[in-house]
């Protein structure tokens, strides 16, 4: 009942995926593995002990009849190709965000696996499976709050690299909020705007830092999302959901508290990798437990994949034009709905 | 050294001070009283026994050679008129907010006043004395979160009255949080917009209810502001300050808190009368003493009457236009500067 | 209407009565002085330009037809002879904690008081008047956490100065616990034991620093009670009580929160003073009103006075044996009884 | 590299175990099971599909050369003789708490185990593997408090059967803080005592509850530790640590804040078993780690076993005297120490 995974991509996420399923999940084995690197899938392998095939290129892995599913962790704009090499071979798919880099990369994705005829692909948006936003996500489904009618949250990290430019605080940031909120909340986005606050002179002088972005959904929720990548405070996500009966907020992270120097506090993580470490964890092992129980994955689509790319281009769009712009979907496929 | 007081207006809000004035501050004391109906203002000079004189109306009652000062507690529309009445003949006044219903009427104030030669009015916008927003305002003053970029606030009150209406979100709720945040970050607004977010199923058919409001100010800091008046769960004012180094949070109310019934929680208000209970009396104290002190009232100024008037201006023409809309106010004189 | 009222003693906590009641409430004056110290009387009167008699001593100012009331803000010692001499003289009394240094001392004051005829003595025990007890009383009398089973209650200070003793622990610190915690669960104390933790090494060589003490009332309540004075962090006072149907906290002092350095934390006072200052204004505000509308003041009475007493010598005998110890009152006399 | 399981013991706690490492976990299998009731073993085998032998007893089940490690999930009193038999047969062995029912049970294994020469044996005190035990030990082990002096903690249920009686306070629920407390503290208990506080109209009637604890170490911390498992609000573990320069608390479990009903709150668990539910997870797969990385089980040994039937059956016979009890205590052998 082991199912025999292969792994695209040897870096630093594709490592993590590896250890994972190695060393702290049941069911999944490692028997392939691939790399634009030869040599850093060479040294996967050794790193941990793998009983497992070295091929070329994506193409030769996911020909491997022993190979049930792959990791897409390669990066961003080489997703697309391995993810449909892999759908046309019939193999699972867990992909990375993004699972292409355009929408219409996405949609050629969508359609594939439509055509395949049942769902195959998982995207890698783990925050699905954090028990923090699992618990909001039960609040609002039972109405315990009533209808939201609004959303604000924030996405902050300490600093970023030089190379981080204005765009990714969209697509590498935002994109996470993208996933979850409508997944929360049941709904589709219809606008989106950005705006630039005052900045912060911590930020690079390419960089836009902080950013405020509003989403506003097909039923008139408007969710207020702040991304601030040089808050220099520490790694902070926020997620309050307002609605007619009452409000909800995603749990803090759990740290100790202290009295200490005329301050009462929590511990904030400086180190995003903490954050999400469960819902990693989860994300795959229910990835491995859906298929092994219902033939299919069980987590975000390439739907959801698609429409996170639609919406975060939009988003790009209003940073360069400042103005109110349009989240253009394709009618949602039935073969999506359940 | 008592400073002698007439009240024009005592109705509840009038009758609150009065007995604030009588019972539990220092300083002062009520000498005379008005109101548009004359049984009320005997009444109040019943009800707390007062020694003063009942006037048929303001003008006769700031003519008193025994008034020293005039709180006007009436309603709206005649604020103004009191107001100049007063300052003509050269009497401190403690104004409730608004100083006058349009921006016009603030300005023929702030020029009375200018041309009297010092300052005497003080606008009634109690939060600056609240010890909550007086520690974030310490915050911010000390460089402790760095330079603001970003503000979040969040109005809420559990029900409104039938009669009140879309424009009242602005100038009778949001009014609190346009005087108290420029004075926060020492700023003045250049742009507000209103956007209309889902409408809870509790708000009367003709209003619009919540509404999230945007503030730009000069220097470029957002302020993303929620007013939410039948928000059911109780009333609820909450600020935060994003700045280069830190985030600042005014308090929440100081209540109990309780471990019951699978809930760890604190008591949130239901009446907003309980919320800045120690600023209605602080303000009204400092009333007092700064004009016992340094000859002048030493709070909220015309001016910041006038500001207030010219931001909820905007803020409604933009609830019309549904656009971001200028706030265009005069050059600040130097009579008002610090 | 405004109550004439005589200091005995004005040092630091007498001038910070005078200033209260002259430039802050409402309805009393300073009308007589007297210190040990007479240049010390002389200057407070200058300091607040009192119109104020300087007499010199307890007795004259008592014997002064005047004086309504007298506040008796001298060193701890001399508590006792000049409540007597007010009470003898039956004008009303503000007394600060200790009402008197023995329990004898307070059955003689309660025996006076008694021979009069009716109340008129406080206790400055303030603390029943600050509003986070309040709540807590209120909690409790209205049964919403069940009946009080458990108590755990927390007094601590930053550091103490040399001089402060280790009876001191009970006697200055802990006294007001020991008077506040009875009146909020309606009970009396039975034994009480005190126990030595490990010492913090930053206590002085003499003082044994902290100490935990256990008090157990009448019905069986148990509640254990720390104190330590050089915890270094802050001042802290924290109560809980654990009832049958829930649990409920003293609220924390209420300051700003902030998120920065990788914490979300609320400050910790470092000032005692600041901890209960709108209480010291409340006790004295209804010292005043009491006396005014019903004739006697309303506040902790010469009966909790004794009880502190008592309780006190107690725990401080079980400093010196470690063994659990009797707290021995007398029968409550129905003349305390409300 | 797998690590092969035999299970003695198929009950509630038996199958949760094997549920996590036939679905959780990685690196074991369970490849024999045995029970006193047949039944139960062969309708665990088949609940979850194992692969495994089915023994008529314990000893013939650690007699099996496959198996490499057993798992005691059997009833306590049996604990002992199969943990014995492990040894003696150099298995592995993760057992349950308690290790045995008496000291000298406890003080067997640890001979037995030292005999054979290296450790094999983790008594199950899964609350060392709880990630905020672990964060309040950093804090502990980093000086970042200081010095403890003191410890509060708390153990509350909401509540419990008719067949739970006063000594299971100490045997079933303290005893989890015994254990994670000296660990904690890297100290050891030289005192114990019991004190019975009001009991609760809930309690059975030959049940005392709630108890305090009081635990005094050989550096002299004091442990003031409430047991109350008929609180009614919820399950609630609390351990605040008291330093010479701050204090440290576990944290709450991390569930969704939310503001409802005039309360702003977060929600208790009601049931115990979602509270560690991590901590079984990483406690098992440690202890499979461990085995394959060092040769030996890494958390809590038969020594740590022996402590805690010492202190318990000393806090049981406070319980009946109502004094302090000494905690007897062999010498630590060096085979325990790290």
Redesign the interface.
């Known amino acids: 009942m082991t199912l025999k995974i292969g792994v695209i991509g040897t870096g630093a996420i594709g490592r993590e995926h590896i250890k994972r399923i190695?060393?702290?999940?049941?069911?999944g084995k490692i028997v392939a593995v691939t790399d634009v690197n030869q040599e850093s899938a060479k040294s996967a392998v050794e790193q941990f002990s793998l009983d497992a095939a070295i091929y070329p290129d994506d193409k030769a892995l996911v020909a491997d009849a022993n190979v049930d599913a792959v990791l897409v962790t390669s990066w961003g704009p080489a997703h697309e190709q391995s993810v449909l090499a892999a759908i046309e071979a019939g193999k699972y798919v867990f992909c990375e965000k993004p699972l292409a880099t355009t929408a219409e990369g996405c949609m050629r994705i969508v359609e594939a696996e439509m055509k395949h005829g049942k769902r195959l692909v998982q995207v890698g948006f783990m925050r699905r499976y954090d028990?923090?936003y699992v618990?909001?996500k039960e609040?609002i489904d039972s109405n315990?709050?009533?209808?939201?009618?609004?959303i604000?949250c924030v996405h902050r990290n300490p600093e970023v690299g030089d190379n981080y430019t204005t765009d990714m605080e969209i697509n590498d940031t935002l994109v996470h909020e993208i996933d979850v909120l409508h997944w929360l909340i049941n709904d589709d986005y219809k606008f989106v705007q950005v705006?630039f606050?005052?900045?912060?002179?911590?930020a690079a002088a390419h960089l836009q830092d902080?950013q405020?972005i509003?989403l506003e959904t097909n039923?008139?929720?408007?969710i207020?999302a702040?991304v601030?990548v040089n808050?220099?405070?520490?790694y902070?996500i926020q997620c309050e959901v307002?609605g007619?009966?009452?409000?909800?907020?995603?749990?803090?992270?759990?740290?100790?508290?202290?009295?200490?120097?005329?301050?009462?506090?929590?511990?904030?993580?400086?180190d995003w990798k903490q954050r999400f470490i469960?819902a990693y964890d989860k994300e795959l092992?229910d990835f491995m437990?859906s298929i092994k129980n219902t033939g299919e994955p069980n987590g975000p689509t390439s739907w959801d994949g698609y429409i996170a790319a639609v919406t975060a281009d939009a988003c790009v769009k209003s940073q360069q034009t400042g103005e109110k712009e349009l989240v253009v979907l394709a009618d949602k496929p039935d073969f999506y709905k359940n």
Chains 1, 2, 3, 4 share one sequence.
Do not use: H
Not at 22 to 27: K, P, Y
């Open positions: 190695t060393n702290n999940l049941s069911g028990s923090g618990q909001l609040a315990y709050i009533g209808e939201p009618l609004m604000r705006a606050p005052k900045k912060t002179k911590r902080p405020l509003t039923s008139g929720i408007i207020t702040e601030f808050c220099k405070y520490g902070d307002i007619e009966e009452g409000v909800a907020y995603l749990p803090e992270f759990s740290g100790i508290a202290t009295r200490k120097e005329a301050k009462f506090g929590t511990s904030i993580l400086m469960a092992q437990d």
